[in-house]
């Protein structure tokens, strides 16, 4: 089983419409988690933590549920600019590696 | 706002050549990574430095790489004799390593081996 996992799309969404979409982790003890939006050939840009009370920040919800093993993205409102691949990121402990899912592809559309 | 910084922007090389990636991490951060990607793949961790010394490191990182703090503000990712597989993406990422251990990424090396 991938240690993080993600449907790799694409998510064809409308321009102003909301899509949302999740990430499963397979190791329990994971103690940090984030989205990371990557556009095409760029470094990973760090878009939120996610926490366990769950987190917004503008158009962006995200979700933490540490019972199934998953983590949510949604957002609202979407923009051509939203048009990236979003990572979901794991990370054990303090000062640890990062564990990357392989992204899901969103493209947002006129 | 302060930023990871990488050089160079695209690396070209034979096989079996030495390369050196340079990193400047974010300036009063602690903890130092490498990671690569190498096209169409997902981001793969390679190496943790904390403390002048290596904290964590993967498969990947074998004998032919090795990293160095030279100064205190370059961080340098070296590869002994690059292998075509060798090809990809390498990504530079320090923190400050708070609870949440939020990474922020360089710009990245293109690394090319012929």
């Known amino acids: 089983r991938k240690e993080v996992e993600q449907d790799p799309g694409p998510f064809n969404v409308p321009e102003g419409a909301t899509v949302a979409f999740n990430c499963t982790y397979s190791?329990?003890?994971?103690?940090?988690f984030f989205w990371y939006r990557q556009d095409c050939r760029k470094e990973p840009k760090l878009l939120m933590s996610?926490?366990?009370s769950g987190n917004e920040d503008g158009r962006f919800t995200a979700q933490l549920n540490r019972a199934s093993q998953y983590i949510s993205l949604l957002i609202r409102d979407s923009k051509l600019s939203d048009s990236a691949t979003y990572l979901c990121?794991?990370?054990?402990?303090?000062?640890?590696?990062?564990?990357f899912g392989g992204g899901t592809r969103v493209l947002v559309k006129p | 706002e302060p930023e990871v910084t990488q050089t160079p922007s695209h690396q070209v090389t034979q096989m079996g050549q030495e390369v050196i990636l340079r990193c400047v991490p974010i300036s009063n951060h602690l903890y130092f990574y490498w990671y690569r990607q190498i096209l169409g793949q997902k981001v793969e961790f390679l190496v943790s430095?904390?403390?002048?010394?290596?904290?964590?490191k993967s498969e990947i990182f074998d004998d032919q790489f090795s990293v160095e703090r030279p100064d205190g503000s370059n961080f340098t990712l070296k590869i002994r004799s690059t292998k075509l597989e060798d090809s990809a993406m390498y990504f530079c990422?320090?923190?400050?390593?708070?609870?949440?251990?939020?990474?922020?990424f360089g710009p990245g090396t293109r690394l090319t081996v012929l």
């Open positions: 190791n329990s003890a994971s103690q940090s």
């Open positions: 430095f904390y403390n002048n010394e290596i904290s964590e």
């Open positions: 996610v926490y366990s």
């Open positions: 990121v794991v990370n054990k402990a303090a000062g640890n590696k990062l564990t």
């Open positions: 990422a320090s923190s400050s390593g708070g609870a949440y251990n939020e990474q922020f």
